[in-house]
């Protein structure tokens, strides 16, 4: 149980397109989402967290503007990187507590490349 | 919420026992120590936790000092699909809304 689904696995895009990305809670229900961005050989970085039927709420540093978060049912959030650009190329996951559960559920991550 | 230092890398031969070491030297009396690990090109995956007892499950044991400013995991018997980036993650409390800090964590090699 507690599975995250994260769509696509991978995307090539060119520069100046939008991009989104679905994060899926399959058999339990998420008010609340986690989107990290990790570039390679460095750790997860909490971007922003996702909440149910509100605004979500961004990291600091993080554009709100550039990373639109949307969570508008209880198993989907979707980030969207807009008007990407090479440096936006990096694998994001999303993640989710589990109900009952401590342990935090993660998808399998989106490498994005930008063009 | 507490630092932890965990070496960058370790080795462990196939079959036997790995130990990967965890340091929260600052850690508080309400912390949580927390396991998770990172295969390639994978999301984190949730290995265990603890307080002050140690504690067992079915993929590891994690032992806590009586001072908690450490602990170690062990995984009884590696295999090669446990290669992987492990991280330790010192949080308050037990529920799963707050954000986790990540640190590097410790790359292990298991080798056959």
């Known amino acids: 149980g507690a599975v995250v689904s994260q769509h696509p696995s991978w995307v090539i895009c060119k520069s100046g397109t939008s991009v989104k990305i679905e994060c899926r809670s399959l058999?339990?229900?998420?008010?609340?989402m986690f989107w990290y961005r990790q570039f390679p050989k460095q750790s997860l970085m909490l971007m922003a967290t996702s909440n149910e039927g509100s605004k979500a709420t961004y990291e600091q540093g993080v554009e709100k503007d550039k990373f639109l978060i949307n969570h508008a049912s209880l198993t989907l959030s979707t980030l969207t990187v807009t008007s990407a650009h090479p440096e936006d190329s990096s694998f994001y996951i999303c993640?989710?507590?589990?109900?009952?559960?401590?342990?935090?559920?993660f998808g399998n991550g989106t490498r994005l490349t930008v063009t | 919420d507490a630092k932890t230092t965990q070496p960058t890398s370790m080795d462990c031969a196939e079959g036997r026992a790995a130990n990967l070491p965890c340091n929260h030297s600052?850690?508080?009396?309400?912390?949580?120590v927390y396991w998770y690990r990172q295969i390639h090109s994978q999301g984190p995956q949730y290995i265990i936790h603890g307080l002050k007892n140690n504690e067992t499950n079915e993929m590891a044991s994690l032992i806590i000092t009586e001072d908690r400013k450490s602990s170690t995991l062990i995984l009884p018997h590696a295999t090669l699909r446990d290669t992987a980036v492990y991280y330790c993650?010192?949080?308050?409390?037990?529920?799963?809304?707050?954000?986790?800090?990540w640190g590097l964590g410790t790359s292990l090699a298991v080798n056959p």
């Open positions: 058999d339990f229900q998420a008010t609340t």
């Open positions: 993640s989710a507590p589990g109900q009952g559960s401590v342990a935090l559920h």
């Open positions: 600052t850690i508080s009396g309400n912390e949580y």
């Open positions: 993650i010192v949080r308050l409390g037990a529920g799963n809304n707050r954000k986790l800090i």
